[in-house]
Protein backbone atom coordinates (compact mmCIF):
# COMPACT_ATOMS: atom_id res chain seq x y z
CA UNK A 1 0.00 0.00 0.00
CA UNK A 2 1.61 3.39 -1.24
CA UNK A 3 0.56 6.36 1.16
CA UNK A 4 1.89 9.65 2.06
CA UNK A 5 1.87 11.09 5.47
CA UNK A 6 0.52 14.82 5.30
CA UNK A 7 0.68 15.25 8.70
CA UNK A 8 0.70 14.06 12.20
CA UNK A 9 -0.13 14.52 15.69
CA UNK A 10 1.87 14.64 18.87
CA UNK A 11 3.00 16.41 21.71
CA UNK A 12 5.40 14.70 23.48
CA UNK A 13 8.58 15.25 22.37
CA UNK A 14 9.83 11.49 23.00
CA UNK A 15 6.64 9.85 21.84
CA UNK A 16 7.03 12.19 18.40
CA UNK A 17 10.82 11.08 17.95
CA UNK A 18 10.02 7.35 17.87
CA UNK A 19 7.34 7.85 15.87
CA UNK A 20 9.30 9.63 13.03
CA UNK A 21 12.48 6.99 13.39
CA UNK A 22 9.56 3.63 13.39
CA UNK A 23 8.20 5.07 10.18
CA UNK A 24 10.20 7.36 8.60
CA UNK A 25 8.53 10.84 9.11
CA UNK A 26 9.55 14.09 8.56
CA UNK A 27 9.80 15.80 12.13
CA UNK A 28 8.45 18.77 10.38
CA UNK A 29 5.13 17.33 9.69
CA UNK A 30 4.15 17.28 13.25
CA UNK A 31 1.26 19.56 14.06
CA UNK A 32 1.95 19.40 18.27
CA UNK A 33 -0.36 20.05 20.91
CA UNK A 34 -4.15 19.18 18.74
CA UNK A 35 -5.93 21.59 20.70
CA UNK A 36 -3.68 24.09 20.05
CA UNK A 37 -3.49 23.49 15.76
CA UNK A 38 -5.38 25.26 13.28
CA UNK A 39 -7.58 22.81 11.13
CA UNK A 40 -7.87 25.32 8.24
CA UNK A 41 -3.96 25.59 8.18
CA UNK A 42 -2.77 21.96 7.24
CA UNK A 43 -3.12 20.40 3.83
CA UNK A 44 -6.13 18.25 3.06
CA UNK A 45 -5.74 14.37 3.34
CA UNK A 46 -7.84 11.35 2.10
CA UNK A 47 -7.21 9.23 5.26
CA UNK A 48 -7.32 10.32 8.90
CA UNK A 49 -6.11 7.53 11.50
CA UNK A 50 -5.93 7.91 15.27
CA UNK A 51 -7.83 8.33 18.65
CA UNK A 52 -7.43 10.78 21.09
CA UNK A 53 -6.51 9.73 24.95
CA UNK A 54 -7.99 6.69 26.78
CA UNK A 55 -7.19 7.52 30.23
CA UNK A 56 -10.61 8.86 31.27
CA UNK A 57 -12.73 6.22 29.97
CA UNK A 58 -10.09 3.24 30.47
CA UNK A 59 -11.25 0.79 34.17
CA UNK A 60 -7.42 1.33 34.78
CA UNK A 61 -7.68 5.48 35.28
CA UNK A 62 -10.27 7.63 36.89
CA UNK A 63 -13.52 7.06 34.08
CA UNK A 64 -14.32 10.92 34.00
CA UNK A 65 -15.47 10.62 30.56
CA UNK A 66 -15.65 13.15 28.66
CA UNK A 67 -16.95 15.39 30.89
CA UNK A 68 -16.22 19.29 31.34
CA UNK A 69 -16.22 21.58 33.97
CA UNK A 70 -17.03 25.03 34.19
CA UNK A 71 -14.50 26.50 36.71
CA UNK A 72 -17.20 29.56 37.12
CA UNK A 73 -20.04 27.98 38.31
CA UNK A 74 -19.10 24.23 38.85
CA UNK A 75 -21.38 22.86 36.40
CA UNK A 76 -20.46 19.21 34.43
CA UNK A 77 -21.67 18.58 31.32
CA UNK A 78 -20.57 16.81 28.13
CA UNK A 79 -19.65 18.48 25.41
CA UNK A 80 -21.40 16.05 23.28
CA UNK A 81 -24.45 16.83 23.52
CA UNK A 82 -23.63 20.60 22.46
CA UNK A 83 -23.41 21.93 19.47
CA UNK A 84 -20.05 22.24 18.30
CA UNK A 85 -20.21 25.91 17.93
CA UNK A 86 -21.19 26.14 21.51
CA UNK A 87 -19.03 23.82 23.29
CA UNK A 88 -16.70 26.26 24.67
CA UNK A 89 -19.65 27.65 26.69
CA UNK A 90 -21.17 26.53 29.86
CA UNK A 91 -24.42 26.18 29.38
CA UNK A 92 -25.37 26.94 32.26
CA UNK A 93 -23.82 30.60 32.75
CA UNK A 94 -22.05 30.77 29.81
CA UNK A 95 -18.17 31.10 30.97
CA UNK A 96 -15.54 29.74 28.71
CA UNK A 97 -13.74 28.84 31.75
CA UNK A 98 -13.67 25.43 30.90
CA UNK A 99 -11.74 22.46 32.42
CA UNK A 100 -11.68 19.25 30.33
CA UNK A 101 -10.79 15.81 30.56
CA UNK A 102 -8.36 14.10 28.28
CA UNK A 103 -10.26 11.36 26.74
CA UNK A 104 -12.50 14.77 25.77
CA UNK A 105 -9.94 15.26 23.32
CA UNK A 106 -11.92 13.52 21.05
CA UNK A 107 -14.01 16.35 20.35
CA UNK A 108 -10.50 17.83 18.66
CA UNK A 109 -10.30 14.68 16.52
CA UNK A 110 -13.55 15.73 15.25
CA UNK A 111 -13.23 19.08 14.73
CA UNK A 112 -10.74 18.12 12.22
CA UNK A 113 -12.68 15.52 10.62
CA UNK A 114 -15.22 18.60 10.36
CA UNK A 115 -12.81 20.57 8.45
CA UNK A 116 -10.54 18.51 6.02
CA UNK A 117 -13.46 15.94 5.35
CA UNK A 118 -11.42 13.03 4.69
CA UNK A 119 -12.90 9.91 2.74
CA UNK A 120 -12.15 7.88 5.43
CA UNK A 121 -11.34 7.08 8.92
CA UNK A 122 -10.50 5.01 11.08
CA UNK A 123 -10.55 5.95 15.28
CA UNK A 124 -9.19 3.53 18.14
CA UNK A 125 -10.50 3.71 21.74
CA UNK A 126 -10.34 1.19 24.52
CA UNK A 127 -13.29 -1.39 25.05
CA UNK A 128 -15.15 0.45 27.93
CA UNK A 129 -16.10 3.32 25.63
CA UNK A 130 -18.58 0.82 24.59
CA UNK A 131 -19.33 -0.73 28.22
CA UNK A 132 -22.35 0.70 29.98
CA UNK A 133 -21.26 4.12 31.49
CA UNK A 134 -19.85 5.47 28.29
CA UNK A 135 -21.94 3.88 25.48
CA UNK A 136 -24.13 6.90 25.34
CA UNK A 137 -21.03 9.20 24.92
CA UNK A 138 -19.85 7.10 22.23
CA UNK A 139 -23.32 7.10 20.70
CA UNK A 140 -23.33 10.58 20.31
CA UNK A 141 -19.81 10.37 18.76
CA UNK A 142 -21.10 7.90 16.31
CA UNK A 143 -24.75 10.15 15.74
CA UNK A 144 -21.76 13.47 15.32
CA UNK A 145 -19.85 11.42 12.63
CA UNK A 146 -22.96 10.18 10.53
CA UNK A 147 -24.55 13.97 10.61
CA UNK A 148 -20.95 15.12 8.95
CA UNK A 149 -22.20 12.16 6.42
CA UNK A 150 -20.28 9.54 7.38
CA UNK A 151 -20.89 5.75 7.70
CA UNK A 152 -19.28 4.22 10.99
CA UNK A 153 -18.86 0.72 11.65
CA UNK A 154 -17.44 -0.39 15.04
CA UNK A 155 -16.72 -3.57 16.29
CA UNK A 156 -14.51 -4.46 19.49
CA UNK A 157 -11.41 -6.31 18.07
CA UNK A 158 -8.47 -8.03 20.06
CA UNK A 159 -4.91 -7.93 18.31
CA UNK A 160 -4.07 -11.78 19.75
CA UNK A 161 -6.64 -12.66 17.13
CA UNK A 162 -4.67 -10.79 14.43
CA UNK A 163 -1.40 -11.95 14.45
CA UNK A 164 -0.21 -9.39 17.31
CA UNK A 165 1.47 -11.39 20.84
CA UNK A 166 -0.73 -9.37 22.88
CA UNK A 167 -3.84 -9.68 24.70
CA UNK A 168 -5.05 -6.12 24.06
CA UNK A 169 -8.85 -5.35 23.52
CA UNK A 170 -9.67 -2.12 21.51
CA UNK A 171 -13.30 -0.63 19.46
CA UNK A 172 -12.19 0.29 15.99
CA UNK A 173 -14.60 2.22 14.16
CA UNK A 174 -13.98 2.69 10.26
CA UNK A 175 -15.47 5.57 8.91
CA UNK A 176 -16.51 5.83 5.63
CA UNK A 177 -17.79 8.63 3.53
CA UNK A 178 -21.59 7.67 2.88
CA UNK A 179 -21.06 8.98 -0.99
CA UNK A 180 -18.26 6.12 -1.40
CA UNK A 181 -19.91 3.76 0.88
CA UNK A 182 -21.28 0.67 -0.73
CA UNK A 183 -23.02 -0.77 2.39
CA UNK A 184 -20.62 -3.79 1.89
CA UNK A 185 -17.91 -3.52 4.48
CA UNK A 186 -17.16 -6.17 7.23
CA UNK A 187 -14.44 -6.55 9.78
CA UNK A 188 -11.81 -9.35 9.58
CA UNK A 189 -12.00 -12.77 10.46
CA UNK A 190 -9.32 -13.56 12.88
CA UNK A 191 -6.59 -15.22 12.14
CA UNK A 192 -6.06 -19.02 13.70
CA UNK A 193 -2.62 -19.08 15.45
CA UNK A 194 -0.52 -21.58 13.89
CA UNK A 195 1.75 -21.05 16.53
CA UNK A 196 1.67 -21.07 20.40
CA UNK A 197 4.02 -20.38 23.15
CA UNK A 198 3.84 -23.68 24.33
CA UNK A 199 5.52 -24.60 20.88
CA UNK A 200 8.76 -22.53 21.95
CA UNK A 201 8.98 -23.72 25.48
CA UNK A 202 11.59 -25.88 26.50
CA UNK A 203 9.61 -29.39 28.51
CA UNK A 204 12.94 -29.48 30.56
CA UNK A 205 14.62 -26.59 32.20
CA UNK A 206 17.95 -26.69 34.10
CA UNK A 207 17.67 -25.55 37.94
CA UNK A 208 19.60 -23.14 37.39
CA UNK A 209 17.67 -20.82 35.59
CA UNK A 210 14.74 -20.72 38.19
CA UNK A 211 14.82 -18.26 41.07
CA UNK A 212 15.49 -20.63 44.27
CA UNK A 213 12.53 -20.68 47.06
CA UNK A 214 13.84 -18.80 49.30
CA UNK A 215 14.69 -15.44 46.73
CA UNK A 216 11.06 -15.58 45.73
CA UNK A 217 9.91 -15.63 49.16
CA UNK A 218 12.59 -12.68 50.02
CA UNK A 219 10.72 -10.68 47.37
CA UNK A 220 7.18 -10.84 48.34
CA UNK A 221 7.97 -11.26 52.03
CA UNK A 222 5.77 -8.26 53.46
CA UNK A 223 7.99 -5.35 55.21
CA UNK A 224 8.74 -5.17 58.62
CA UNK A 225 6.72 -2.04 60.48
CA UNK A 226 8.57 0.55 62.27
CA UNK A 227 6.36 1.74 64.96
CA UNK A 228 9.02 5.02 66.10
CA UNK A 229 7.65 8.07 66.61
CA UNK A 230 9.96 9.11 64.25
CA UNK A 231 9.04 6.72 61.43
CA UNK A 232 5.59 7.98 61.65
CA UNK A 233 6.45 11.62 61.37
CA UNK A 234 8.42 10.63 58.85
CA UNK A 235 5.70 8.69 57.20
CA UNK A 236 2.97 11.48 57.31
CA UNK A 237 5.32 13.98 55.25
CA UNK A 238 5.64 10.91 52.52
CA UNK A 239 2.10 10.74 52.53
CA UNK A 240 1.68 14.53 51.48
CA UNK A 241 3.89 13.86 48.72
CA UNK A 242 1.99 11.04 47.34
CA UNK A 243 4.67 9.40 46.33
CA UNK A 244 5.04 6.31 47.98
CA UNK A 245 8.29 4.38 46.21
CA UNK A 246 9.94 7.59 46.74
CA UNK A 247 8.85 7.49 50.40
CA UNK A 248 10.82 4.18 50.81
CA UNK A 249 13.69 5.63 49.66
CA UNK A 250 13.81 8.88 51.03
CA UNK A 251 12.08 8.25 54.92
CA UNK A 252 14.57 5.41 54.93
CA UNK A 253 17.50 7.72 54.03
CA UNK A 254 16.75 8.82 56.55
CA UNK A 255 15.78 7.15 59.39
CA UNK A 256 19.34 5.06 58.48
CA UNK A 257 20.98 7.94 58.92
CA UNK A 258 19.79 8.11 62.68
CA UNK A 259 20.58 4.66 63.17
CA UNK A 260 16.79 3.17 62.92
CA UNK A 261 15.99 0.30 60.41
CA UNK A 262 12.92 0.62 58.24
CA UNK A 263 12.19 -1.72 55.44
CA UNK A 264 9.24 0.48 53.81
CA UNK A 265 7.65 -0.82 51.18
CA UNK A 266 7.95 -3.98 49.13
CA UNK A 267 6.25 -3.52 46.13
CA UNK A 268 5.91 -6.37 43.51
CA UNK A 269 4.57 -5.23 39.83
CA UNK A 270 2.00 -8.14 39.01
CA UNK A 271 0.47 -6.51 35.94
CA UNK A 272 2.12 -3.38 34.56
CA UNK A 273 -0.45 -1.11 33.25
CA UNK A 274 0.02 2.03 31.04
CA UNK A 275 -0.15 4.02 33.74
CA UNK A 276 2.59 2.77 35.69
CA UNK A 277 4.97 2.61 32.34
CA UNK A 278 4.08 6.17 31.86
CA UNK A 279 5.24 7.48 35.16
CA UNK A 280 2.44 7.36 37.57
CA UNK A 281 3.95 5.79 40.30
CA UNK A 282 2.94 2.89 42.61
CA UNK A 283 -0.72 5.14 43.47
CA UNK A 284 -4.12 2.81 43.72
CA UNK A 285 -5.70 1.33 40.88
CA UNK A 286 -2.51 1.09 39.02
CA UNK A 287 -2.13 -2.30 39.12
CA UNK A 288 0.49 -2.65 41.29
CA UNK A 289 0.60 -5.01 43.82
CA UNK A 290 1.34 -3.75 47.74
CA UNK A 291 2.66 -6.09 50.05
CA UNK A 292 2.51 -4.69 53.73
CA UNK A 293 1.10 -1.31 52.85
CA UNK A 294 1.34 0.75 56.41
CA UNK A 295 -1.62 2.79 58.08
CA UNK A 296 0.28 5.97 58.42
CA UNK A 297 -2.35 7.57 61.18
CA UNK A 298 -2.53 4.41 63.12
CA UNK A 299 1.66 3.22 62.71
CA UNK A 300 0.24 -0.31 61.81
CA UNK A 301 1.12 -2.41 58.98
CA UNK A 302 -2.01 -2.95 56.74
CA UNK A 303 -1.93 -6.27 55.52
CA UNK A 304 -1.29 -7.66 52.06
CA UNK A 305 -3.40 -5.85 49.82
CA UNK A 306 -4.30 -6.60 45.63
CA UNK A 307 -4.77 -3.12 43.82
CA UNK A 308 -6.30 -4.66 40.82
Known amino acids: ?31 GDITKADEKSVPDFNTMFGGSPCQDFSIAGKQGGAAWSCKSCGHTYNPLEAHYTMRDKCPK ?68 NYGIPQNRERVYCVII ?10 FPSPIPLKHTLSDMLEAEVDERYYLSDDKV ?11 SAEQSEQADEAQQTGTHGIY ?53 CMPYQDKE
Not at 3 to 15: R, V
Not at 101 to 117: D, G, M, Q
Not at 177 to 186: A, H, I, P, W, Y
Not at 218 to 224: D, F, L, T
Open 93 to 160: CGSTEIEKTRSSLLVEWLRFLREKKPRFAIYENVKNIVGARFKATFDLFVKELEDYGYNVYWQVLNAK
Open 248 to 300: CRQIGAKLSQKGTTFDGYSDVAMTLLARDYKGFGNQPMTGVIEHGRSDYSSGK
Open 177 to 186: CKDLDNGKFQ
Open 1 to 31: MNYKTALFCEFDKYAAESYCAVHGVDPLLNI
Open 217 to 227: AGMIAPPRCVT
